[in-house]
Nanobody, 113 residues
Framework: QVQVAESEGDLVQAGGSLRLSCAAS????????MGWYRQAPGKQRELVAE???????TYTNSVKGRFTISRDNAESTVYLQMNTLKPEDTGVYYC???????WGQGTQVTVSS
């Protein structure tokens, strides 16, 4: 069956960095667009970044220039490098296989001011 699993998040200070990873199995990973979403307390889940099978990336405006999404098809893993973190980046981060119902379990990222 399909499984999607994120690495553990962390508590970091504002201005710090963190890298999340997400491993997917049970699919042809290289053929799928992968996305990172986040849900802040009291807010709707939003798309943070996406990477297509060909490596094209898109970002929500609030993270442009600070976050980088990448993928390693040999490892069936997608990464989210987060730099210059801000308190408003706090939330639960989820990995998803686009156009499928498959989500990871979510991982908490907390940025302290």
């Amino acid at each position: 069956q399909v499984q999607v699993a994120e690495s553990e998040g962390d508590l970091v200070q504002a201005g710090g960095s963190l890298r999340l990873s997400c491993a997917a199995s049970g699919i042809i990973f290289s053929a799928n667009t992968m996305g990172w979403y986040r849900q802040a307390p009291g807010k709707q889940r939003e798309l943070v970044a996406e990477i297509t099978s060909s490596g094209r990336t898109t970002y929500t405006n609030s993270v442009k220039g600070r976050f980088t999404i990448s993928r390693d098809n040999a490892e069936s893993t997608v990464y989210l490098q987060m730099n210059t973190l801000k308190p408003e980046d706090t939330g639960v981060y989820y990995c998803k296989i686009k156009n499928t119902p498959y989500w990871g379990q979510g991982t908490q990222v907390t940025v302290s001011s």
